[in-house]
């Protein structure tokens, strides 16, 4: 267990859709990521959050969105849902941006199913 | 960009017999690498990471990954494999200052009895 929890495990939904995957790091660390791993794409990183604020950004379409709430934790959200869209979405967190060990703990993902 | 390269999708072995998963990657500014483990139905784990100094790297379960700058390869090689080692293996490149994580397509590693 990394202490990365993701909820849901698992979502099933309509094209067109919204959709939150929700995403609450280890204790103690401050930085979250986003990676989605799909059968077309392989795994991809999303998008990046420290403290509240955005660090980096990968391929994240303009239909997807993710903030990180005071608690440290984070949502990512997903509109107009695509059959495109289905894939497994990981968070992972890190001690914070510096952290010299650049070790990234993985939650177990949630797996979108889009139809 | 950084871009990774695993060479094989899929890798069948014998219990008990070597084995070798190749990666290499490409970048244009020093890199940080990581193999990264996917058993079935679970998330990823660390299994290995390249930072600095030595050049080999060896992970709690008999792994082991050797970083070639001249290459840019960082292949990961277990002596002998077990049934448990059956899962999807992810070659990783990070820019030395960033961390998102740029990842190959993954290896899958099937073991036979």
């Known amino acids: 267990d990394s202490g990365v929890t993701q909820t849901p495990k698992h979502l099933i939904t309509a094209t067109g859709q919204r959709v939150t995957l929700r995403c609450s790091p280890r204790?103690?660390?401050?930085?979250v990521y986003w990676y989605q791993q799909s059968l077309d794409q392989g795994l991809q990183f999303l998008i990046q959050?420290?403290?509240?604020?955005?660090?980096a950004k990968g391929n994240i379409l303009e239909r997807f969105s993710a903030q990180q709430f005071p608690d440290l934790h984070s949502e990512l959200n997903l509109s107009s849902l695509e059959l495109g869209d289905s894939a497994l979405y990981f968070c992972?967190?890190?001690?914070?941006?510096?952290?010299?060990?650049?070790?990234?703990?993985f939650g177990p993902g949630t797996r979108l199913t889009v139809t | 960009a950084q871009s990774v390269t695993q060479l094989d999708s899929q890798v069948p072995v014998f219990e008990e017999a070597p084995v070798e998963l190749r990666c290499n990657y490409s970048?244009?500014?020093?890199?940080?690498l990581f193999w990264y483990v996917q058993y079935p139905n679970q998330g990823l784990q660390l299994l290995l990471k390249y930072l600095s100094g030595s050049t080999l790297v060896e992970s709690i379960n008999g792994f082991e990954a050797e970083f070639n700058k001249s290459q840019t390869s960082f292949h990961l090689r277990k002596p002998s494999v077990h049934i448990s080692d059956t899962a999807e293996y992810f070659c990783?490149?990070?820019?030395?200052?960033?961390?998102?994580?740029?990842f190959g397509q993954g290896t899958r590693l099937t073991i036979n009895p």
């Open positions: 992972a967190s890190s001690v914070d941006v510096w952290d010299s060990s650049y070790e990234q703990y």
């Open positions: 959050y420290y403290n509240g604020e955005e660090r």
């Open positions: 970048s244009s500014v020093s890199v940080y």
């Open positions: 990783a490149v990070s820019e030395s200052g960033a961390q998102k994580l740029v």
């Open positions: 204790s103690g660390d401050l930085s």
